[in-house]
């Protein structure tokens, strides 16, 4: 009905429940599907307005970092946004030029102290002697399992983003065996060791995971790498 991709279906039904369809009908009739606050990330501006309008939200920072934790999933990509986001938030608001610039010179100041969960290069390669240490990389929330923004996030970071959410999506289901919405170590263990067994010679090749090689996760498509 809304056109909207796998990916930011998940992602609105994981956040609002039966109410993602009331996200949707925010948007204007000429942006099926919603429109994206950025691309590679499914969070949608109508989901602005919504907060705005009914979850009492009236701040930029908040927004950037409590609702939709981009701030802390990728600091970089919550900066980018913000303008845009500060922008939307005015409209429903009604602020006037001076508190946007207030709310905006705030959000970027406390965006920009966040360093990101996501380890730097040389500590990501030091921790990569065990497999534990490759786990705790993906787990940049620290809560002992890997979500689905997690994922997207490292794959990202690691120089192997994933093409499409369809891909991403596919990727996700195929690891969560037990399809709690989470990877516990033992799925990722799992994951990771079919991995090496393909005798990937380079770090993008060992993530480079696609939708045609892992398959939806079901028995009768199970694709290449779980085969």
Known sequence: QFGVSDGVAEHLARTYGT??????????????????LLNGYPYLEEEIEYACRNEMATNLTDMLTLRTRLAYLDSEAAAVIAPK?????G??????KKQKKQELTQALDTVGNFGGPV??????????????GVFNSFDVNKTGKIGYDELKLCM??????????????????????NEDGKIDFDEFMDWWGRLRRKE????????????????????????TAFG
């Open 119 to 132: 380890p730097k290069a040389h500590a990501m390669d030091e921790s990569f002697h065990t497999i534990e």
């Open 200 to 223: 990937t010679s380079t770090l993008k090749d060992i993530y480079r995971i696609s939708s045609d090689k892992l398959g939806s996760g079901s028995s009768a498509s199970r694709g």
């Open 156 to 177: 990202k970071h690691f120089g192997a983003p994933f093409e499409t959410e369809e891909e991403a999506l596919a990727t996700f289901h195929s690891i969560d065996k």
């Open 19 to 36: 109410h993602a369809f009331e996200v949707l009908k925010l948007g204007k009739k000429d942006a099926r599907g919603g429109k994206l």
């Open 91 to 96: 409209r429903s608001l009604q602020w006037n």
């Open 85 to 89: 986001v500060a922008e939307l938030m």
